[in-house]
């Protein structure tokens, strides 16, 4: 695979990722309304947070956290949203390692909504580790 050419995000970005994330709101099986502006918030309050990270490239971006859980101190790294149309994908999930791994993150999460994307985490070393029940209220 070439090189990918990605960067840390910066709020001038923002309307950017907010149209990357309303692409992948379209295709993800939520029956949640897409907000732009609590969108915007959350991903600069990540591209501003010390524990935050805003990965873009040209097609794509991820956005993820270093925090804790409710049972552990140990800091784990949390994937909120990772779209991506091409390669580059891939690139951002190694650099999203190994941003974790640097903040001493001793577990690195991902979600998916799709078989797609679970054989690409599968693929990349990822197991299940949990699965997310939802209901419409």
């Not at 090189?3 to 309307?15: K, N, S, Y």
């Not at 990822?126 to 997310?132: I, T």
Request: aromatic letters at 8%; proline letters at 4%; glycine letters at 6%.
């Amino acid at each position: 695979m070439a090189d990918v050419l990605m960067r840390p995000a910066t709020l001038q970005d923002m309307p950017e990722l907010v149209g990357m994330a309303e692409a992948f709101a379209s295709v993800a099986e939520r029956p949640l309304t897409f907000d732009r502006s609590r969108t915007a918030g959350v991903l600069a309050s990540l591209i501003t947070s010390p524990d935050g990270l805003v990965l873009i490239a040209a097609g794509g971006f991820i956005a993820a956290q270093v925090t804790t859980t409710n049972m552990s101190r140990e800091r784990i790294a949390v994937e909120h949203c990772w779209y991506f149309r091409s390669a580059v994908g891939l690139a951002l999930l190694r650099a999203y390692e190994a941003w974790a791994r640097e903040r001493g993150a001793k577990l690195i999460r991902f979600t998916s909504f799709n078989e797609r994307v679970a054989a690409i985490l599968r693929q990349a070393g990822y197991e299940p580790a949990e699965q997310v029940w939802a209901k419409a209220a």
